[in-house]
């Protein structure tokens, strides 16, 4: 079973910042669009910023300019800098792989955005 593992999250104050990472098998670090997604309570999972195989990434409207995403393909890492954090920031915060063979998530870490 493919496994999604990320670090990161926890509380941080408005206007802070967070750093989240994942890792995972080879093959899916070099051949699939990963993603951040995330989901506040009584709400849907949402993008929040993604990046194909060849690099193209695409941010949710509400984090652009403040969060950034890169992926190290060498290293088999996927990193979501969050800066200038919100309260709407608070979610649980998933990692995801979509390949051509399947869909795969990480088990997903809080973050919490305290005024």
């Known amino acids: 079973q493919v496994q999604l593992v990320e670090t990161g999250g926890g509380s941080v104050q408005a206007g802070g910042s967070q750093k989240l990472s994942c890792t995972g098998p080879?093959?899916?670090?070099?051949?699939?669009?990963l993603g951040w997604y995330r989901q506040a309570p009584q709400k849907d999972r949402e993008l929040v910023s993604k990046?194909?195989?060849?690099?193209?990434?695409t941010y949710q409207d509400s984090v652009k300019g403040r969060f950034t995403i890169s992926r190290d393909s060498v290293k088999n890492m996927l990193y979501l800098q969050m800066n200038s954090m919100k309260i709407e920031d608070t979610a649980k915060y998933y990692c995801g792989a979509l390949c051509d063979w399947g869909g795969f998530w990480s088990q997903g870490t809080q973050v919490t955005v305290s005024s």
């Open positions: 080879e093959h899916i670090f070099r051949r699939c669009e």
């Open positions: 990046v194909s195989a060849d690099g193209t990434i």
